[in-house]
């Protein structure tokens, strides 16, 4: 009995923090490049020496819940958003599964933003003021000439080729993390990926849908209340049975 | 779960600055030279509660990270030109292309403006309507009897008595390497901030500079059908965010009556 209440009661932590990410998710619906996170729930065995053990006095084998933790393990959503033509030249999309490659402090992050800013002295710049990475390092936009990027991302101004774009595909998706400004971090490497098209002129939305977010988010209170039921009833039967001892 | 309160509650302030941006873009649809704007957001920092460890085994193969919400970024002008109007006002000018009019701020520095409605003032200096003083300083004498103005900014007037068109100045553009960085000050001019790199002023039509129309002004360039879609985003952004917040709420409610009293 006690067992099912800490049961129950370990289901409320990860759910909370799930609903932490719906939340942050449903902020980002307007994020252009946003990568949501979708969470996902399993449940690990804490300890398989202990399953035996419970086999002996519950019957059940090893599928109590207390000798399970339940883990959330969300997973950054790599679904490709639609992309919107809104006509400005410094705004970059990748129709693709690809990434653009930026210039962190410490080492290359990675973004599906294009929203291209420049520096002074002409630097193609991210967002979030970290360089847009080229074959050769950033990229420097002479000042007297506009820029046009073809599909393979080579940049050129007027008729000169001033720089190619990086834009690569991550060799494990599943080591990427959010740094936030629309930055991700991978600890394994990326590769090129020719397969990939930058268009100039556009932008990708967030892929943060808010219909799917918000069914999530009226599951996890559901799935919250119904253990904070469980507990309850548990509670009043455990009340039960000490008020039926000590008559 | 207060955390997802903040992040919904960041979410909805990100939205009210897009819906204020919206409006004023639309409050500009009929302004000389407006350039709309445009926010991006990004999101906020992530918090890392468990590291990733390999997949081996029972480790993560991914970190455990929760974000913090959405913010705006930064508000950029769209620098596309605007439709044309056919003013047949001999001082309305309209630069086609890229590049600013200079004129002499308040404070004495320069601004820089798309908005080429020009009229005199009493010295007969070239003014826009809003009184700042074109750069450099054009002074048209006030026996000219007729004035035009050629494509690369040159002004050439009549005067009663004499045979020819005189030729009194020359109207310069500026152009920045990163025009999105000037700061728009109100009453239709910008100011360098700094961040815009180095403003080179040159003769209309020359090295990438757009070239001057006389008797047609620019009108703005904010597209009211794209604007009502970005509203209609900016609402419903907030709605879902809102929901967030009451989501967070309930759960914190249902929480505190694990052990009802």
């Known amino acids: 009995m006690l067992r099912g209440i800490r049961a129950n009661a370990e289901a409320l932590g990860p759910a909370m923090r799930a609903q932490e990410i719906v939340a942050n998710n449903l902020a980002n619906t307007q994020t252009v490049g946003f990568r949501q996170d979708r969470s996902a729930f399993h449940r690990e065995l804490e300890d398989a020496g202990a399953v035996g053990s419970n086999g002996g006095t519950t019957g059940a084998g090893g599928s109590i819940g207390a000798a399970n933790a339940l883990v959330l393990a969300p997973r950054i959503d790599l679904t490709p958003a639609a992309i919107e033509t809104t006509g400005d030249p410094n705004h970059l999309a990748i129709d693709g599964a690809g990434f653009f490659a930026v210039q962190g402090e410490a080492g290359d992050l990675y973004t599906r933003d294009g929203g291209m800013l420049r520096g002074p002295d002409g630097t193609l710049l991210h967002r979030s003021g970290a360089p847009f990475l080229g074959d050769g390092g950033p990229i420097v936009a002479p000042s007297d000439r506009a820029i046009a990027v073809g599909n393979d991302g080579t940049v050129r101004a007027g008729e000169e080729i ?70 309850l009833t548990q509670d009043q039967s455990l009340g039960r049975l000490l008020g039926w001892a000590s008559q | 779960m207060l955390r997802a309160l903040r992040s919904a509650a960041a979410g909805m302030r990100a939205q009210q600055l897009y819906l204020d941006t919206t409006a004023h873009n639309l409050a500009n649809v ?52 605007g439709d044309s109007e ?7 000018v309209l630069i086609e292309g890229d590049g600013f009019l200079q004129v002499q701020r308040i404070d004495g520095t320069t601004g820089y403006t798309r908005d080429g409605s020009l009229t005199v003032d009493e010295q007969g200096r070239l003014v826009t309507h809003q009184g700042f003083v074109v750069q450099p300083e054009i002074t048209v004498p006030s026996d000219a009897s007729s004035i035009a103005i050629t494509a690369d900014g040159r002004i050439l007037v009549e005067q009663a008595g004499q045979v020819g068109a005189n030729e009194i100045g020359q109207i310069l553009l500026a152009r920045f390497p990163n025009a999105a960085g000037l700061v728009a000050e109100g009453s239709n001019v910008f100011r360098d901030a700094g961040v815009s790199g180095d403003p080179q002023v040159g003769v209309p039509g020359e090295n990438g500079l757009g070239s001057i129309t006389q008797g047609a002004l620019e009108r703005s360039n904010v597209q009211v059908v794209e604007e009502m879609v970005n509203m209609i985003l900016a609402q419903r952004a907030f709605e879902v965010s809102s929901k967030a917040v009451k989501a967070a709420d309930d759960m914190m409610g249902i929480a505190a009556n694990i052990r009802p009293a």
Not at chain 1, 185 to 194: L, T, V
Not at chain 1, 201 to 216: F, K, Q, R, W, Y
Request: net charge neutral; glycine share 10%; hydrophobic share 35%.
């Open chain 2, 86 to 92: 056919v003013t047949s006002n001999p001082l309305d």
């Open chain 2, 30 to 81: 009929n302004t000389t030279g407006f350039k709309r704007n445009r926010v991006g957001f990004e999101d906020l920092l992530y918090q890392t509660i468990e590291p990733a460890t390999g997949a081996a085994g029972n480790g993560r193969s991914a970190p455990l990270q929760v974000g913090h919400g959405s913010r705006p970024s930064d508000t950029t002008k769209i620098f596309t030109q």
């Open chain 1, 162 to 231: 001033i720089g190619k774009l990086r834009v690569v595909r991550l060799t494990d998706p599943n080591s990427l993390h959010h740094v936030g400004q629309g930055l991700l971090r991978s600890e394994a490497g990326a590769e090129a990926d020719p397969e990939s098209r930058v268009l100039q002129g556009s932008l990708e939305a967030g892929n943060s849908d808010p219909v799917t977010n918000l069914i999530e988010m009226m599951s996890l209170v559901r799935a919250f209340e119904a253990n904070q039921r469980a507990i």
